[in-house]
């Protein structure tokens, strides 16, 4: 009983080690660029590109200009263009 209990409480401890890392985070994808633009800048999206480290998201505003708003793929920043 003392042997199981052990081997057991040394796996659990393996397992953590190794499956508790912290996951490489992942780029946003093209649906969450588009939700954090339209959260700072109302309107209705246009039309979404890549670029290197972003996706350039373009808004019809309430008012009818037209503005690219840039979001980082690795942080999600927002930054009007």
């Avoid at 499956?19 to 979404?48: C, M, Y």
């Avoid at 998201?57 to 008012?63: G, P, T």
């Amino acid at each position: 009983m003392r042997l199981s209990v052990c081997s057991l409480l040394f796996i659990c401890l393996t397992c953590t080690q190794v499956f508790g890392q912290t996951p490489k985070s992942e780029p946003i994808s093209k649906k969450q660029a588009v939700e954090l633009a339209l959260a700072e800048f109302r309107g209705r999206t246009l039309k979404i590109t890549e670029q290197s480290d972003d996706y350039i998201v373009r808004i019809l505003q309430n008012d009818g200009r037209v503005v690219d708003i840039r979001v980082d793929k690795k942080t999600g920043t927002v930054k009007k263009d």
